[in-house]
């Protein structure tokens, strides 16, 4: 899960659920806040700093670092298969380098992208809906006009959503780049100016936005995916009964459960965007033999699909090696 979302734990994705509107009719309203409550951004800066272990080892993993051998055993059904380390045994080894603080490197920034999303995002929000107002849909509301309302509020959303990627994708960068240098050990991403210094003498104005084009996607296809989703739960699944008290429990579940599976989809544009970011930065894990060099974005994914690896780190307990990576890479990369 990206930043931008973690941090913006009360500015929720895309959770329709049904409330009185002025007229004192049942409408439906879009469950994400457009104005930005500090209360939810600090909660989301704890969680996201809890949970920073877990996304540096997602992160390692995205880009290919296999520190750890796979091991032999059987799946099953009795079939050898090779089983590579898991979140615990990979924080491990990183604790068993750079000690417990080394497992929180890359935090900073990574805050810094969501505070700074989030901010972006709210803005925006808070603008478009006091210029560009949508009536709540109602019971009473055809389907067309139900469509052309979600179609409006979702637009206003994934516009805010993109110009916020869009701002905090130089920060991203850095976030990404600062927890790989782990494989070259490598120091130039540790503090702000040296970051900033390497990416414009190295790359240009482009290197801040490496990787923006599929995360952008991804964005927009979680949004969407998961508006739709918690629509048709909220809509047709679930009752409108106010007398049920479990209603807006159930409607919170649902949010849950929508963007989950939304993100399981999008998946391949986290890891593709992640990889993107690396890839011809001048670090180790940028280069082969950790990675090969990208020409676009689209070659890294159809490089990944054809070894089987477009969802490369989506699970961190059980991981199985890919026959296609064992076989064509003997082991590598």
């Known amino acids: 899960m990206s930043p931008l979302r973690l941090v913006a734990v009360g500015s929720k994705m895309a959770m329709f659920g049904r409330e009185k509107n002025g007229d004192g009719e049942e409408g439906e309203v879009s469950g994400s806040s457009p104005d930005l409550d500090w209360s939810h951004v600090l909660l989301g800066v704890g969680i996201t700093t809890a949970s920073h272990p877990m996304t540096y080892v997602k992160v390692l993993i995205q880009v290919g670092h296999e520190p750890i051998p796979p091991r032999a055993t059987t799946n099953l059904f009795g079939r050898p298969i090779l089983i590579l380390p898991g979140l615990l045994q990979y924080m491990g080894h990183i604790r068993k380098i750079d000690g417990f603080l080394g497992l929180y490197r890359g935090l900073l920034p990574r805050i810094c992208t969501g505070i700074i999303g989030t901010s972006v995002n709210s803005r925006i929000m808070e603008h478009m809906r006091s210029s560009h107002p949508v009536d709540p849909i109602k019971d009473t509301d055809d389907l067309r006009t139900v469509a052309e309302k979600f179609v409006k509020t979702t637009s206003q959303e994934t516009a805010a959503r993109c110009l916020a990627v869009v701002v905090s994708q130089p920060f991203h960068v850095v976030t990404i780049r600062c927890m790989v240098q782990f494989i070259g050990r490598e120091t130039a991403y540790s503090g702000p100016i040296t970051a900033v210094s390497e990416i414009w003498n190295n790359e240009g104005i482009s290197g801040f936005f490496s990787g923006l084009v599929p995360r952008l996607l991804g ?14 739960i909220n809509t047709y699944l679930l009752p409108n009964d106010e007398s049920m ?47 090969p060099l990208y020409t676009d974005w689209n070659d890294c994914w159809k490089h990944l699909d054809r070894m089987g690896q477009l969802k490369r780190g989506s699970s961190l307990f059980w991981r199985q090696l890919p026959k296609r990576h064992y076989v064509l890479n003997k082991g590598g990369f």
């Open 245 to 291: 008290t479990n209603v807006s429990e159930f409607k919170s579940y649902s949010q849950a459960i929508t963007g989950f599976l939304a993100n399981m989809v999008t998946y391949p544009f986290t890891l593709v965007a992640n990889c993107m970011a690396v890839t011809g930065s001048g670090l180790a894990a940028g280069q082969h033999p950790h990675m």
């Open 219 to 232: 964005e927009v296809f979680t949004l969407w995916l998961c508006n739709i989703l918690a629509h048709l």
